[in-house]
């Protein structure tokens, strides 16, 4: 049976990155289309939210620009390339409103995006596959587990993309016959730290394969992952990165912010928001990103809380090489299930919080009844954010200024960071 085929004209672009038009009264969402399109699609599927339906052509063109890279369409790492600057802004930045508006928020202040370059993602995690030819190494294919083997990516950082052909020679070494595995990179100050996982534990073959490429791609360190297991290969150097003056050790395949330009522009927007800060907790704190920031800005204790213990760890260890013993502590703790209660927070005047992306439930009703006196929200997910939001106002905090950072250039993701105080 052959899938309808509609014509339609696009008023937004939903917060998945796929544009929104109706047709008769219903609701259809087009990937790679921009606001003011006409397009003909063909329907695909029906959910609960509309129909889903596959872009066939553009009738006639909207906000739209030429996307920069050759892959875009088919590799699902970038979703937006293809909408004008200000497009791409109005977008970002309506998701935001949007989500506000939802839980009752009424014309917050929100600053204009901090747009951030191309060439700076300093974290990716490719997948390999091995196939007569060769072997392939790229992102998949959206919502597809095809790969598309990646030829060039205006996203990431160049060192990171330079390792791209050699993990193709790699591939074909370490993966058997029709075998698939994945490589992590990050880009530290000390150089890449990279993670290959593998369908099995390899063997001396295999690890002399990763020895050899740990040294030609001058490599801070390699590690090997089958299942839960974790294997070193090489450290020739301590994977390090540099927060706020503070040399911190990378614990294997850990978080890290998307780019040091990232780091920065959310560093600063945290530091302008903290004020006269001096006891702060900094909440799902990772390897300390705000923890140093706030503690350079002149707080006289910062106590950083993540649920990662090498995280926390490697927190500790900076802290003390750094000269910041008692100013700066650690604790590894989970907040969702055991958030700091009420009578712990009350020993601070100021928390930071930066969750994943399901936000901070739990810990945002205890903040709601506290007597912390100023919260600085960093969030990746409006959604959430929002919903959080609205229990702290609800508590007796009043929202101030939101400062977005396009941390994550072309893709449906907006980071933020919002200001709440008492009163």
């Known amino acids: ?46 959910t609960a939210e ?8 553009v009738l006639r063109p909207g906000a739209r620009a030429q996307p ?22 109005g977008a970002k930045l309506g998701w935001l409103e949007g989500a506000l508006a939802r839980q009752g928020f009424d014309a917050p ?13 300093r974290r990716a995690r490719w997948a390999l596959a091995r196939n007569g030819a060769g072997a392939e190494v790229g992102f998949h294919v959206r919502q597809s587990h095809r790969i598309v083997d990646m030829r060039e990516c205006p996203v990431l950082h160049p060192a990171l993309f330079a390792l791209v052909e050699p993990l193709r020679r790699l591939a074909s070494s370490v993966l058997p016959a029709g075998g698939k ?32 490429f740990a040294e030609s791609a001058d490599l801070a360190r390699l590690s090997w992952r089958a299942g839960k297991e974790i294997g070193p290969v090489a450290e020739r150097r ?24 990232a780091d920065a522009a959310l560093d600063g927007a945290v530091t302008a928001m903290l004020g006269d800060a001096r006891k702060i907790v900094d909440l799902y704190a990772g390897l300390g990103t705000f923890t140093f920031a706030a503690a350079s800005a002149g707080a006289t204790r910062v106590h950083a809380v993540e649920l990662s213990a090498a995280s926390s760890r490697a927190v500790m ?10 100013k700066v502590t650690a604790e590894t703790r989970d907040l969702d299930e055991r958030p700091l209660s009420i009578e712990e927070l009350s020993g601070f005047d100021t928390a930071i ?65 919002a200001r709440f105080e008492r009163g």
């Open 353 to 417: 919080f930066d969750p994943p992306r399901a936000g901070a439930l739990a810990q945002s009703r205890n903040l709601a009844r506290s007597t912390v006196a100023r919260i600085v929200a960093v969030s990746c997910n409006p959604a959430t954010f929002a919903r959080d939001a609205r229990m702290l106002v609800d508590g007796g905090y009043r929202l101030g200024p939101i400062q977005s950072v396009d941390s994550f250039i072309w893709s449906p993701h907006l980071e933020l960071v």
């Open 181 to 212: 595995g994945a490589a992590t990179a990050t880009l530290g100050d000390s150089g890449i730290d990279l993670l290959i996982d593998l369908p099995d534990i390899p063997g001396l073959a295999e690890l002399e394969a990763l020895a050899a």
């Open 109 to 121: 202040e929100i600053a204009p995006l901090i747009r951030l370059k191309p060439g700076t993602r």
């Open 68 to 89: 920069v890279c050759r892959h875009f369409g088919e590799c699902g790492g970038c979703a937006l390339q293809h909408l004008s600057d200000d497009a791409y802004a």
């Open 50 to 57: 509309g129909s889903r339906a596959a872009l066939m052509a």
């Open 238 to 261: 301590k994977p390090t990165v540099i927060l706020s003056g503070v040399t911190v050790d990378l614990p294997a395949d850990s978080f890290l912010q998307a780019s040091a330009e």
């Open 317 to 326: 260890q900076a802290a003390t090489r750094a000269g910041l013993s008692g």
């Open 1 to 46: 049976m052959t899938s309808p085929v509609i014509d339609l004209d696009i008023d937004s672009v939903g917060v998945r990155g796929d544009g929104i038009g109706t047709n008769d009264g219903a609701r259809f969402f087009v990937p790679f289309t921009a606001s003011g399109d006409r397009v003909r699609a063909r329907i695909e599927s029906k």
